[in-house]
């Protein structure tokens, strides 16, 4: 931890302005660097740097046109999860190419062009690598990337920043085997560090703030030399999933499974 | 936010030592505000304390004597969500009393003396509040208070922070009506912050570090006058929840009834 006495630790997470309008194509790297500088934060050893991965998106080209939002989240939906129709029209929770559990697929239409939607990065790991690379590459430090989108959860209401990419930071901490004081395994298991470093990050970036990036600095810890740390670790979605399909989905195939089962279980030889 | 300019927007959290260990009838807000004092931390208007929920059980002495771990899950659960057997055991995630839906109604045998569980406090928002009227009290100053968790998510790895109880921040950032440069409403609506603010102080507290408090100085926009701001209002559970059972559960429920439904059909009348 940076400039703390011995019974304090501490981290500062602050987002920063001066970052154009992303078009695609734009070499990202350079411009949060150049937004570093200019900012006078510039970048230490072992800060974090945390990405809505919007902007990602729009430098990597994944803003398409799309007639009809809908059409593009059924583009972008590997496995549907659990639809529920309101008065607003249909929310869908599904499983997207990212192995993200999310409404909507990550498909955004807000901040684009009518007519126009963004997606999310194809493989947000590697966005994040190629943006760790650069940035260590021009600030010759040891820095971490993170990308960061906003999802719902089960169970509460509200969004969080959770992080869909990352290189260079762990995305867990595990305490696996660590004792407490009196000597018993701790019940938590994994800590998910890179979620609650993408939702510290969204305190101060907010979602209409101008600000996409926010750097955390005394966090060298998570900070790791290799820039192999995937936030798709992060994900859990198959068959071992206890949520893999909705209440009401699953009641109506357990239903319609059970009910065929009935039929012929009385059905004459 | 403090100390920025006008390009930058920083927030900073600090846990902070000097908290004895907590027994029965402690009086937290004198012993927090001593820590916040011996560590020249202090508090400033518009501070948040994010405090772990299991030194606010201690001094409300919701260690009990459980010869059985399992037994005081049940005792703690309202409804049981899902369940799943393991070779180290069998895994419920249930809604307890708090409306948290929680893996093990968050009854805790970490850090605490053999034979003996701690129990969540018995009203989150009312321990927070009692708190916050402590500190405010003590320090003439505006203050917030959020009681923290630890809490498993439906479709990722690893454990966040969450809050649990809130008295005098707001829980979350309401961004309906909203529009973003385009002139379109923000898709999402509503930022859990409370949550976001739990999961950035777990980043400096952890989990076995002896700093079970962290200050967050920087937010002051959350920090409310009234203290009725209630975590319990993040909770989302009941008929409408789109994952109030699980998956493997809602399947044979589903198979149960339509298997019934199937035999009827076919029984001569």
Chains 1, 2 share one sequence.
């Not at 989240?73 to 249909?90: M, Q």
Request: charged content about 25%; hydrophobic content about 45%; glycine content about 12%.
């Amino acid at each position: 931890m940076t400039d703390a006495p011995a019974n304090l630790r501490s981290i500062t997470v602050t987002a920063f302005g001066g970052l154009p309008e992303i078009e695609e194509g734009a070499d990202l790297a350079s411009l949060i660097g150049d937004a570093l500088e200019a900012s006078g934060l510039g970048a230490a050893e072992g800060d974090i740097l945390v990405v809505t991965s919007k902007i990602v998106s729009k430098a990597e080209g994944r803003r398409v046109a799309a007639a009809d939002r809908e059409d593009a989240i059924t583009a972008e939906t590997v496995r549907v999860v659990a639809t529920r129709t309101h008065p607003g029209g249909v929310t869908r929770i599904v499983e997207n190419r990212q192995g993200l559990v999310q409404a909507a697929a990550g498909v955004d239409a807000s901040n684009t062009p009518d007519g126009t939607v963004l997606l999310l990065p194809v493989d947000p790991d590697a966005s994040a690598r190629a943006l760790a690379e650069g940035l260590r590459a021009r600030f010759g430090v040891r820095v971490g990337v993170l990308l960061s989108d906003t999802l719902g959860r089960a169970w509460r209401e509200g969004q969080t920043d959770l992080a869909i990419g990352a290189a260079g930071v762990r995305v867990t901490d595990d305490l696996r085997g660590t004792t407490d004081s009196f000597g018993h395994e701790l019940m938590v298991t994994q800590s998910a560090i890179a979620d609650e470093l993408a939702s510290a990050a969204d305190l101060v970036k907010g979602k209409a703030s101008g600000m996409p990036v926010a750097l955390v600095r005394g966090y060298a810890e998570a900070v790791t030399e290799t820039l192999d740390t995937p936030a798709r670790a992060l994900t859990r979605t198959g068959p071992t999933d206890m949520f893999r399909l909705g209440t009401d989905e699953a009641l109506a195939e357990g239903y319609a499974a059970g009910y065929a089962a009935g039929l012929a279980a009385t059905r004459p030889e």
